[in-house]
């Protein structure tokens, strides 16, 4: 960053290589749409890019560029509430002359439906998407932080403001809500379900 | 399911051990002898869940181009990043260029203005009149002297306050650019036109005591302004070496008469040290104003004789002194009034012999 700073774009790119695929399973998984979650790592570049002059070097740039994607994150989960939801199965507005139109269901890609209708996916990770799907809110970006960026709660701590115990016991309460979700599914049928996701 | 079966330890070992759960063996090494089997299988979910969430939820890839436009737009901003730079500096130069330049800048005005001033001048400078007919034969004398040449301003600052009105008025009329009226206004110059001289110097310089006379430094005769044999006396004495023990003289005059005659009294004492006859005559002269306000009359008397008997001309000075002094001290007859009126009371009191 400090290179970047000085002029060096070379430098920025080595971040946007080591961090892009991180940030953007961590939008992806929070905000639930591939094409929304592209938008806001661009946005999330561009914030630091734009703000590389403040980025002070006591700070690690997991936790600095990964707060801006949490703020982002959270602008974007408000703006969700208020926003209309059509039905999924509701037929699309005639346009003159084309009859009767699909209904938005058939029209979105699969990885953007609701878990419920993820026919063709495996149907352990249905289950667990949909189970962090569930979780509230402090306890999925733990959850997702940890496992899309692979930081530290230390770092997560950091990102979201809290400490790190506060952090490691959220971590807990999603783990044990997951349990809970999947209590059907004892460890052996997980293991089980797992090999059927590997062979297909 | 619930956290009921476990202790707060137990709980927090399972969010400590969930730091590397996923390693090879961290459950073994968490794991001490004799921790309850419910935290062993608690840990074992944890582990079974964080990996097949990890398979539920792989990592995707951005789809390529996505970023074109931003590493576009961070080469444009890196390409102007160095010009902005070099004219960013970093806290401590903004430090450095806020603070210390002006500091240093001070600093060196400040021991610029140190070593030019001379303490003593500094001294001088810095000593307030204590009242303004004290302040004036100093003040005029001084002013007086200011307007010789620079070079010369030091020394005759320190001689000015040693010499008598006429001395100082013999030295001041020619240094007196200000005042170069009093010579030429008063025509030939004799002993008494001198002593007027002398007056009207001081009068032109800066307004002055009337002729109740002064407190200020100058040896005797402004005091004496008021009376004139006294400056005739003086008239033709030669102005002395300065000597630094006036200005020491002039603290303890202004000490005593703002009552602090412990001070007084330590600068007198210094005083004495000189050898002009003339500064050991005022110290003597002031310690015994000072008995005389403390109620010592003799010692204030034995002090006086001693100034005397060095300088015959510092009597005016202790005169005129004392006749400030006096407002106070008629206040005693006002005893006798108030005899008076005790002896009325004494009259009108039936039980009066």
């Not at chain 2, 070099?86 to 001070?106: E, Y």
């Not at chain 2, 005759?156 to 001395?167: C, S, T």
């Not at chain 2, 009126?341 to 039980?351: A, E, I, R, T």
């Amino acid at each position: 960053m400090d290179e970047f700073r000085l002029g060096d774009s070379d430098a920025f790119e080595v971040l946007v290589t080591r961090h892009s695929r991180g940030l953007y399973n961590f939008l992806l998984r929070s905000v639930h749409a591939p094409a929304r979650a592209e938008e806001l790592l661009q946005e999330v570049l561009l914030r630091v890019i734009r703000s590389k002059d403040r980025y002070r070097r006591s700070a690690r740039f997991t936790t600095w560029v990964y707060t801006i994607a949490r703020n982002l994150c959270v602008d974007e989960s408000r703006r969700a509430r208020f926003r209309d939801h059509e039905s999924l199965d509701a037929p699309l507005r005639r346009r003159a002359g084309h009859g009767n139109a699909p209904s938005l269901l058939a029209t979105i890609p699969s990885d953007d439906l609701p878990l419920e209708l993820m026919a063709q996916s495996p149907r352990l990770r249905a289950r667990i998407n949909g189970a962090v799907l569930r979780l509230p809110a402090d306890q999925r970006e733990v959850f997702l932080m940890r496992l899309m960026a692979g930081m530290s709660f230390r770092e997560i701590g950091e990102t979201v403001g809290a400490p790190e115990n506060t952090v490691k016991s959220r971590m807990r309460y999603a783990l044990d809500k997951l349990r809970e979700e999947l209590a059907d599914l004892r460890p052996v049928a997980i293991g089980d379900a797992m090999e059927e996701a590997a062979h297909g | 399911m619930a956290d009921l079966d476990l202790g707060p330890a137990e709980l927090d070992l399972l969010e400590d051990a969930l730091e590397d759960l996923e390693l090879p063996g961290a459950i073994d090494r968490w794991l001490e002898d004799g921790t309850s089997p419910a935290v062993r299988e608690r840990l074992e979910d944890y582990r079974s869940l964080l990996v097949a969430s990890r398979e539920a939820l792989p990592l995707e890839d951005v789809r390529a181009g996505v970023l074109d436009d931003v590493i576009a737009e961070a080469n444009r901003v890196a390409a102007v990043a160095p010009v902005a730079a070099a004219s960013q500096d970093s806290w401590w130069s903004r430090v450095r260029r806020s603070f210390m330049m002006p500091a240093l800048a001070l600093a060196g005005t400040a021991a610029l203005v140190l070593w030019v001033f001379d303490p003593e001048d500094r001294a001088k400078l810095a000593e307030p009149p204590l009242t303004p007919t004290a302040s004036a034969p100093t003040v005029a004398a001084d002013e007086a002297v200011d307007d010789q040449a620079p070079e010369e301003g030091e020394r005759a600052r320190e001689l000015e306050p040693l010499d008598p009105p006429e001395q100082s008025s013999a030295q001041a009329t020619p240094a007196a650019a200000p005042a170069p009226d009093a010579p030429t206004d008063e025509g030939a110059i004799d002993g008494a036109s001198e002593a007027k001289l002398a007056e009207d110097a001081d009068k032109d310089a800066k307004p002055k005591a009337t002729g109740m006379g002064s407190l200020g430094d100058v040896p005797g005769g402004v005091m004496g302004g008021s009376k004139t044999a006294e400056p005739h006396k003086q008239a033709g004495s030669s102005a002395g070496p300065a000597s630094g023990r006036w200005d020491i003289v002039a603290r303890a005059d202004r000490a005593r008469q703002s009552g602090d005659c412990v001070a007084a009294r330590q600068e007198y004492s210094l005083a004495l040290e000189d050898d002009d006859p003339r500064v050991r005559a005022r110290a003597f002269a002031g310690l015994g104003l000072c008995d005389t306000q403390e109620g010592n009359d003799p010692g204030a008397e034995a002090n006086f004789e001693r100034a005397r008997e060095l300088d015959g001309e510092v009597g005016g000075f202790i005169d005129s002194q004392q006749q400030r002094a006096r407002p106070s001290k008629k206040r005693k007859p006002k005893a006798s009034k108030s005899k008076k009126s005790v002896m009325l009371d004494d009259m009108n009191d039936p039980f009066s012999p």
